[in-house]
């Protein structure tokens, strides 16, 4: 038998270790918030359904911790992470909606079909706030605490595992 | 109910799976008298049924929109016209994974059912190996990616109204692809039963081969139609980018067409038996590799959100198990393979294992490329991997094997002088050398273009010369199918050369009524205007172009915006000419009222695609000659078998 | 004896061209291969002048700006922190490029530190796409999007 036959077997395992390694690695490629730990910017936003207020950074200051999430009718991750935000809100949180380039219509369509989870939903055409938060893409939800200043970010859908976290998260906020 | 029955077929046929694997096993252990032996051939058969009910389950779910069924509801909606409704169904993972299982077991009862050329120890050992591979993605399809879940409620409205994927290329070209993957599968098994049983013949070449040949075919009209579509679609003038989606496409077609050619040699010469094993676990490995890049999300991780790393794992899993375990059992069992015949260097056989080998080097170095941001990855740097990097360096692979394909086909199995055709190679070298003159001195062409010019119009003359003093009637199909194929490989890299070396491109800020020029024609931009359509609107450029001072066209390449979901497409216009494309692409307007304009004159740029095609009817004319051959061999064997009955009878 | 002799031959052959291949490849990739910057690696430790690299980063809201000739294009990407490295380019802008959006700018660095853009790549929209995947193109959206299956688990 020749070594050589065991070559071909050899740089496979080679490139499966690498694979593998890489797909265990958690991808850093999500750009986080330099605004966490800082104080919202002003705005104010235009209700983006017929059904909820718009939103205004002022109705971050009521001393109760929300979430405010950034989301889309266009994104398909927002529809996967729909039933976690029902979930949460039926926990008793607070949960502000921007919808991001976005139309009433979409809006209203997409809320019948998962669920409308928000209290408020603000319509920024601009990315304009979502960009002043320091989120870069679409879904990302915030924590902000009573006192309008951003305690957490999440990146993503929110999974179901991401629940108790920011449960945990605004729990955190309160004091 | 519906989508319960595809379901229940779809579980029916992985037990089935098992029972084929457990048959070949046991005709591996018992022979192939046992009693569960004698149910593989059948549990493959019955398998390929039902997995095509399942499958017709599903575009019936997709046809009548039932929204209740999860797939449907993500990927389709009521208003889509019938054709993309039921394009849709193979249109996302877990429908074009049961495509994939569907086109792969109707290949197994295929075998199963006709294939009678080999020892049936080693059938039998091929239909484990198909079986097993089989099971693989029946665990994968049933446990991780459903596709005839339910909802708990049925969904009002299907999401799927992307307007950007309703379109006929998107429907057809992952199909086309997957089923080039899976002939490479049966292939594959082929390889393995060969190997098991320590039966690598002829026989086992010709049995694989049209197999081979079809994938073959289907790859490269994937690539011909997937680089066609990159090429009109993007507005970006290119037809190939080396992206790792388009890589994962190539990769599999060289090993394939690596594999096409030893396997012939096996087939006639019984030589490169070794090798053939190889390329033949290669070449399914490249497919599934393509599969994991793209699916994975590893390399772009463009599918960070989008995709399960679950899924990534999975596809993993099973490349380690078929492929590892493929290269393991090649480890242990290659060595006690004989050698084959030999052969001298100056013989087709020669020529062969030359191409072979230029072709596994351009494979390595398009794998070494598409994998090294992965390897870059892992010490923290990010790299991207582009033309600069594989244009050069195939082409140092590429121009030898060009060379001798031009000569190999004329020369003779086992041994052959080179004087006998050195007629004909006279003639190439000094069409090559007149050309690399022509184009080089005289028209001041850069290397790569200019290799590529002078080596197409040599090779497009040479491929010819396997039929010069033939009754061209009596030419068999296969050997106009060599012809016709390697003659299409020096029209696409005619076009591509040209595309490279002449074309000619024009940037500019037009006011209407404006007039530009590019190459040999005249542009003037008439007028810009709004138009409206379904769910988009668009700024529309009216251009009269005109030929060489020619009869005018009315041309109107637009800037897109669709809502829902918003973004822009710049659709760009193309006039094809026989000598080649006038490419249109209008973009913003400035502030002062001028609007931007890309134009392209790219000379004999058609030719790329016409030359994938001519390529692939190469093929398709191979394999029709090759399953005529068996076919007449089949009724002849039979004929014999009979007269043979009738002798004894008669004795 | 001749035979075997051929086939030592061509064995050897074989070895030195898929050996060589292997070679040749790794030293082009060093050379080849396009490193990607974000503006504050690139403001830090720069580049070759000349060498064809990808920066990555935000489009400065207020810096697009349309030369004379009605084609060329400057702007400024700027990265997390206060880095902004100035952009030249030529052509069409891609689709969905516009201010405060992410690039990736393929291109190379100019002498007068400006970078030269020969393809920018916008950020697509279609679903969530982090900064890293700014780069895949729209063929590949296309065909990921087509394969995305989003929120069935």
């Not at chain 1, 997409?110 to 939903?121: A, E, K, S, V, W």
């Not at chain 2, 060969?194 to 694989?208: E, G, H, I, S």
């Not at chain 2, 050997?479 to 595309?499: D, K, P, R």
């Not at chain 3, 700006?65 to 100035?86: H, K, M, N």
Request: charge should be negative.
């Amino acid at each position: 038998m020749s070594w050589r036959l065991w070559v071909p077997l050899l740089l496979f395992s080679g490139f499966l270790g690498l694979a593998a390694y890489q797909l265990t690695q958690p991808k850093d490629d999500v750009v986080e918030s330099r605004m966490v730990g800082r104080e919202l910017p002003y705005f104010t936003l235009p209700p983006a359904s017929l059904d909820r207020p718009g939103v205004d950074s002022r109705d971050f200051y009521d001393g109760k911790p929300k979430l405010l999430n950034i989301w889309a009718s266009w994104c398909l991750p927002c529809i996967a992470e729909a039933p976690q935000l029902e979930a949460l809100k039926e926990q008793g949180v607070e949960i502000v909606g921007v919808a991001i380039r976005d139309e009433p219509v979409d809006v209203m369509r997409f809320l019948t079909q998962h669920g409308n989870p928000y209290t408020r939903i603000g319509r920024d055409d601009l990315s304009e706030v979502q960009l002043g938060i320091g989120s870069s893409g679409v879904p990302e939800t915030f924590v902000i605490d009573g006192k309008g200043v951003i305690r957490y970010q999440h990146i993503g859908d929110i999974r179901e595992e991401h629940v108790p976290i920011l449960l945990e998260e605004l729990r955190k906020a309160e004091s | 109910m519906i989508a319960e029955i595809g379901l229940a077929a779809l579980w029916l046929a992985a037990a089935l799976a098992v029972l084929q694997l457990a048959g070949g096993l046991a005709a591996l252990r018992a022979g192939e008298n046992s009693d569960i032996a004698a149910l593989t051939r059948p549990a493959a058969v019955l398998q390929g049924g039902l997995v095509a009910i399942a499958f017709a389950m599903l575009l019936w779910v997709f046809a009548i929109t039932d929204l209740s069924v999860k797939l449907v509801a993500m990927n389709s909606h009521t208003a889509k016209p019938l054709i993309f409704k039921l394009s849709g169904a193979w249109g996302n993972h877990e429908g074009s994974m049961l495509l994939w299982v569907t086109v792969m077991a109707l290949a197994g009862a295929l075998i199963a059912g006709i294939e009678r050329r080999l020892p049936e120890k080693t059938m039998q050992a091929t239909l484990a190996a198909q079986g097993f591979v089989a099971l693989g993605f029946y665990a994968f399809l049933l446990l991780s990616s459903n596709p005839f879940e339910r909802l708990p409620e049925p969904a009002l409205e299907g999401l799927g109204l992307n307007p950007l994927l309703q379109d006929i290329g998107l429907a057809l070209h992952p199909p086309t692809l997957y089923f080039g993957y899976v002939g490479l599968s049966v292939a594959f098994s082929f390889a393995v039963g060969a190997l098991v049983t320590r039966n690598v013949t002829p026989d086992f070449a010709r049995a694989m081969r049209p197999w081979i040949l079809g994938a073959w075919v289907f790859l490269t009209l994937g690539i011909t139609a997937g680089s066609y579509w990159a090429y009109y679609e993007l507005g970006w003038g290119g037809y190939w980018f080396w992206d790792p989606v388009e890589n994962a496409s190539l990769m599999p077609w060289l090993a394939a067409t690596a594999l096409l050619h030893s396997a012939s040699v096996l087939a006639s010469r019984d030589a490169l038996r070794v090798w053939t094993i190889m390329l033949g676990v290669v070449a399914f490995s490249m497919s599934m590799l393509g599969t994991f890049l793209v699916r994975s999300g590893i390399l772009t991780s463009v599918h960070a959100f989008a995709v399960d790393p679950e899924r990534g794992s999975f596809i993993l899993f099973l490349l380690a198990l078929y492929i590892g375990g493929a290269l393991l059992l090649f480890a242990l069992r290659a060595g006690t393979i004989s050698e084959g015949e030999r052969f001298s260097i100056a013989s087709r056989e020669g020529a062969l294992v030359v191409n072979n080998v230029m072709l596994s080097a351009i494979l390595a170095v398009v794998l070494l490329g598409t994998l090294y941001p992965l390897l870059t990855e892992a010490f923290d740097v990010r790299v991207s991997v582009g033309p600069p990097y594989f244009n050069p360096v195939s082409a140092v692979f590429v121009f030898p094997m060009l060379a001798v394909m031009a000569v190999g086909p004329l020369l003779r199995w086992r041994r052959d002088s080179w004087s006998r055709v050195s007629k004909e190679m006279a003639l190439t070298v000094a069409l090559l050398l007149v050309a690399l003159v022509i184009f080089g001195v005289v028209s001041q062409v850069a290397l790569l273009p200019l290799l590529g010019l002078s080596f197409a119009i040599a090779l497009g003359v040479a491929s010819f010369l396997p039929l010069r003093g033939r009754s061209l009637r009596r030419v068999p199909i296969a050997v106009w199918g060599m012809v016709i194929a390697h003659f299409g490989l020096a029209v696409a890299l005619l076009g591509m050369a040209s595309e490279s070396a002449f074309s000619t491109e024009r940037l500019a800020a037009l006011a209407e009524g404006e007039r530009t020029s590019v190459g040999p024609w005249a542009v003037e931009l008439q007028a810009v205007e709004p138009v409206a359509g379904p769910n988009w609107t668009a700024m529309a450029a009216r251009m009269e172009v005109s030929y060489d001072g020619g009869k005018p066209i009315e041309i109107e390449p637009q800037s897109r915006n669709f809502w829902a979901p918003a973004q822009q497409t710049t659709e760009s216009v193309l006039v094809t000419r026989w000598n080649g494309q006038l490419y249109a692409v209008v973009g913003s307007s400035s502030n002062d009222g001028r609007w931007q304009v890309r134009l392209w004159w790219k000379p004999l740029v058609t030719l790329i695609w016409y030359g994938g095609l001519l390529v692939a009817l190469g093929g398709i004319l191979a394999l029709i000659g090759r399953v005529r051959t068996d076919l007449k061999r089949r009724t002849a064997a039979r004929k014999g078998a009979a007269r043979r009955l009738e002798m004894e009878k008669i004795s | 004896m001749k035979a075997k002799h051929q086939r030592l031959v061509l064995v050897l052959l074989a070895i030195v061209a898929l050996v060589g291949a292997a070679l040749l490849a790794v030293y082009a990739l060093r050379n080849q291969a396009s490193y990607f910057y974000l503006p504050e690696q690139m403001q830090a430790d720069p580049p070759a002048v000349g060498q064809a690299v990808r920066l990555g980063g935000m489009v400065a809201p207020g810096s697009l700006e349309t030369l004379p000739d009605g084609i060329t294009v400057t702007f400024t990407v700027t990265g997390r922190e206060a880095s902004a490295i100035p952009v030249r380019y030529a052509g069409i802008l891609p689709d969905l490029f516009v201010e405060g959006s992410g690039v990736v700018a393929e291109g190379r660095l100019a002498a007068d530190g400006t970078f030269e853009a020969d393809n920018l790549l916008a950020k697509h929209d279609e679903n969530y796409v982090p900064r890293e995947l700014q780069d895949m193109s729209e063929h590949q959206a296309a065909e990921m999007a087509e394969e995305t299956t989003v929120g069935l688990e």
